[in-house]
């Protein structure tokens, strides 16, 4: 059995990434992702390694992104739109990646939550097609025709963006 701190020192990194992925904002992301490992710290004990760290982690993540998204329709409020930076590139660049990321993740956020999670999963966390339909319980077929409809309707609302500049 893997200690506390060597599964959130793992696979912390995972979840943020799934997190955000799952259409939470950066800053719902961190509190989530701190929400999630709640729960691993409580069941860690009865994890009973029938199933990957991963797997098991994802499918907490899942369920904890669902209840954040829930709270903020609830409130009625959306979170503030962030900008995400990166520190060595002077601000021009910068601006545009801010600007690139903030369309990325609305053309994500577009995309149907089935598909979302079938695109984040293969293309960011680099899984397999198996390695997803065991994850998400769906065949591999089901997986590609996912992947392949997600990749279509990204490219559709591409092409009906105005440019970044």
């Known amino acids: 059995m893997e200690s506390f701190e060597h599964v959130y020192e793992t696979h912390f990194s995972f ?10 904002a950066e800053v ?7 929400d999630v490992f709640l729960i691993v710290y409580r069941r860690l004990p009865e994890f009973d390694g029938r199933a990957a760290v991963r797997t098991w982690l994802f499918q907490i993540a899942l369920r904890v992104a669902s209840d954040h998204r829930r709270r903020v329709r609830r409130k009625g409020t959306e979170p503030l739109e962030e900008t995400v930076v990166d520190s060595t590139p002077g601000p021009e660049e910068r601006t545009e990646q801010a ?6 993740q609305r053309l ?22 198996p ?7 769906i065949s591999v077929n089901t997986v590609a025709s996912r992947l392949r409809r997600a990749r279509e309707a990204l490219l559709q609302q591409l092409r009906l963006q105005e440019p970044l500049r």
């Open 108 to 129: 994500l956020d577009l995309l149907p939550e089935e598909q979302r999670l079938v695109l984040l999963l293969t293309e960011w966390e680099e899984m397999t097609g």
């Open 99 to 104: 600007k690139a990321l903030q369309q990325l």
């Open 131 to 137: 390695e997803v339909a065991a994850l998400l319980d």
């Open 28 to 34: 719902q992301a961190q509190d989530a992702a701190q």
């Open 15 to 24: 979840v943020w990434r799934t997190l955000r992925g799952l259409g939470l």
